[in-house]
């Protein structure tokens, strides 16, 4: 595709249910990653995929976030029984390798934003 | 512990006026240091990156300095135009092998026509 695409562009939805966040990246882009912008505040970095691994897991907030990574491609940010402070818009990027150096740009997506009545 | 900030929060000029917007970063230990846009409801685009070595980079009417010593970066918009328009946020890379990027909390520019 011409870019990282994200689905759904919004989300509402009631606390305590589950909710799966969705980034397709740009077609070989090998590394892909998750952050969240809460209204006010900077972009968080919530982690990182090279290819289907994720070897930097550390910024997930809590247990209730997970995400996965399949085939190398598309990748699922998973959030468990969501509380209001879930609530923020949640960014996928790519790049084509690993931020080298910071050589390599990413691309970010459109964002998902959601809401946690 | 990095910590970003960039100030103004927010910024309105009539069209045509040049003007600087800061970042401030708290560790001088940085690899590099990215200035962003982003539009309302889109992602973040890339502006300029400069590398901890460099000092300054440019890109058409857009300049951005560092000064890592004093922890500073500046944004320098020539000749502001409404298309300009837009939040620009600043991230700083604190190391070269895990993607951990600290971002500042952006500034909102609108030029006025």
């Known amino acids: 595709g011409a870019g990282v695409s994200q689905s759904p562009s919004n989300k509402v939805t009631e606390k305590g249910k589950d909710v799966e966040l969705r980034c397709d990246p740009i077609?070989?882009?090998?590394?892909l990653y998750w952050y969240r912008q809460s209204l006010g505040q900077g972009l968080e970095f919530l982690i990182y995929?090279?290819?289907?691994?994720?070897?930097?897991k550390s910024g997930l907030p809590s247990d209730r976030f997970s995400a996965e990574r399949t085939g190398g491609s598309v990748s699922t940010l998973t959030i468990q029984r969501t509380q209001q402070e879930d609530s923020a818009v949640y960014l996928c990027?790519?790049?084509?390798?690993?931020?080298?150096?910071?050589?390599?740009?990413?691309?970010f997506g459109p964002g998902t934003r959601l809401t946690v009545l | 512990k990095q910590e970003v900030t960039q100030i103004p929060a927010a910024l309105s000029v009539p069209e045509g006026e040049n003007l600087v917007l800061n970042c401030s970063f708290t560790?001088?230990?940085?690899?590099?240091l990215q200035w962003f846009r982003q539009d309302p409801g889109k992602g973040l685009t890339s502006l300029l990156l400069?590398?901890?070595?460099?000092r300054e980079q440019t890109s058409g009417r857009l300049n951005a300095s560092l000064d890592k010593s004093s922890g500073r970066s500046t944004l320098y918009i020539a000749a502001s135009q409404p298309g300009d328009s837009a939040t620009y946020l600043c991230?700083?890379?604190?190391?070269?092998?895990?993607?951990?990027?600290?971002f500042g909390p952006g500034t909102r520019l609108s030029v006025l026509p």
């Open positions: 990027a790519s790049s084509r390798l690993p931020l080298s150096g910071g050589i390599n740009e990413q691309f």
């Open positions: 077609s070989g882009h090998t590394a």
């Open positions: 995929f090279q290819g289907n691994s994720a070897p930097d």
């Open positions: 560790d001088s230990a940085i690899y590099n």
């Open positions: 400069i590398q901890s070595s460099q």
């Open positions: 991230a700083v890379r604190v190391d070269n092998y895990g993607q951990n990027f600290v």
